[in-house]
């Protein structure tokens, strides 16, 4: 049986709407690790330096960063909390510019920098696969992302 010209587009529309779906998710995680990304990844010409870790709190830890160079340490400096920060542990660090905040360098830096965008690779899997119809992209994505999610559990 034939389809109707108004049953084709409605396949069409619904198609583009979940291929839409899909690349707005992968360029949504791509922007939000950006963020931290950009100072991990491109960290030449960045104030470098260790913190240790003096304190936690519910979603920063708190101690005294000693920068590269001339300067002397600093305290107030801020670093998002993960499971692998612990009171006293000292810590290779980049600081963003302007502000107060520190990231974590290296390759468990530059991997949890990307959290954001391995989350969005595993929603895209769902839809590209549910609503697309295109299994094997749909695992590529969602593997892709898993694996950014447990290398980045993994480093830290």
């Known amino acids: ?7 084709r587009i409605l396949v069409h529309a ?3 709407a979940m291929a839409l779906v899909a690349l707005l998710l992968v360029v949504a995680g791509f922007w939000s ?7 991990v990844l ?10 240790t870790v003096a304190s936690c709190g519910e979603d920063t830890c708190t101690g005294a960063y000693d920068p590269e160079g001339s300067q002397g340490p600093r305290d ?3 670093i998002e909390k993960s499971v692998a920060v612990e009171k006293g542990a000292t810590l290779a ?3 963003k510019p302007g502000k107060d905040e520190l ?3 290296g390759w468990a830096g530059a991997l949890h920098a990307w959290l954001p965008l391995g989350g969005g690779l595993v929603l895209a899997g769902l839809v590209i696969g549910g609503g697309l119809r295109l299994t094997r992209l749909a695992w590529a994505a969602g593997l892709a992302g898993g694996s950014l999610l447990v290398a980045s559990f993994l480093a830290l």
């Not at 690790?33 to 100072?39: L, N, P, R």
């Not at 491109?42 to 913190?51: A, F, N, P, Q």
């Open 1 to 7: 049986m034939k389809r109707n010209s108004s049953g």
């Open 33 to 39: 690790s950006w963020g931290d990304a950009q100072h």
């Open 42 to 51: 491109l960290s030449k010409g960045r104030e470098h330096g260790t913190l």
């Open 76 to 78: 107030g400096m801020t």
């Open 93 to 95: 660090v980049v600081a």
């Open 103 to 105: 990231l974590r360098t």
């Open 14 to 16: 619904r198609n583009a």
